[in-house]
Antibody, heavy 121, light 106 residues
Framework: EVQLMESGGGLVQPGGSLRLSCAAS????????MTWVRQGPGRGLEWVSS????????YYADSVKGRFTFSRDNSKNILYLHMNGLRVEDTALYYC??????????????WGQGALVTVSS | SYELIQPPSVSVSPGQTTSITCSGQ??????ATWYQQKAGQSPVLVIY???KRPSGIPERFSGSNSGNTATLTISGTQPIDEADYYC?????????FGTGTKVTVL
């Protein structure tokens, strides 16, 4: 079955770190660009970061630039979002999504169920 | 950062047509994408490259994009279309989502 499964969410204190994982199954993730999108409680969708199929190109929202790092291990079909310097406003459900092609600006046609990150003291 | 503005909500009767607008500077020069998100679920792609429908998306969903406004139209709206809808576009190496529109089918 073609799917994405996020993991690694949890409760962390402000200033702390967390690593989210996104395991891809049923397809070869290296042939697709991938994206993280988050949704705060009762809020809309917010683009966080995108990565090219090779992993050589990454793009970040201004709100996370310098704090978050998107990486991928194509040999394991797993993607990672390393989050440092977490803030209360980073609290959200984080979705991993697959683009329809290799371009980061291609639309996302496959989404995971999300991983919940709560930043609170 | 690039901003995309949508009306917060629209209401429509079953079987009627409704349109959701998405406004952004020179949006017509970019590709607009639309996602549907039902309560408690992950988003679903309904329109991409302004007008294209992914396989499995009903023909009643259509899109257009010109000038500063992209529009998602649902013809013959069904109760199952009740959801939040978000537009999305790329600008200068970053992506932006619209503010979201809640469609209520009364």
């Amino acid at each position: 079955e073609v799917q994405l499964m996020e993991s690694g969410g949890g409760l962390v204190q402000p200033g702390g770190s967390l690593r989210l994982s996104c395991a891809a199954s049923g397809f070869t993730s290296s042939t697709y660009a991938m994206t993280w999108v988050r949704q705060g409680p009762g809020r809309g969708l917010e683009w966080v970061s995108s990565i090219s199929g090779s992993g050589g190109d990454t793009y970040y929202a201004d709100s996370v630039k310098g704090r978050f790092t998107f990486s991928r291990d194509n040999s394991k079909n797993i993607l990672y979002l390393h989050m440092n310097g977490l803030r209360v406003e980073d609290t959200a459900l984080y979705y991993c999504a697959r683009s329809t092609g290799i371009g980061v600006s291609d639309p996302s046609d496959l989404w995971g169920q999300g991983a919940l990150v709560t930043v609170s003291s | 950062s690039y901003e995309l503005i949508q009306p917060p909500s629209v209401s429509v009767s079953p079987g009627q047509t409704t349109s959701i607008t998405c406004s952004g500077q020179n949006l017509g020069d970019k590709f607009a994408t639309w996602y549907q998100q039902k309560a408690g679920q992950s988003p679903v792609l309904v329109i991409y490259q302004d007008t294209k429908r992914p396989s499995g998306i009903p023909e009643r969903f259509s899109g257009s994009n010109s000038g500063n406004t992209a529009t998602l139209t649902i013809s013959g709206t069904q109760p199952i279309d009740e959801a939040d809808y978000y537009c999305q576009a790329w600008d200068s190496g970053t992506a932006a989502f619209g503010t979201g529109t809640k469609v209520t089918v009364l």
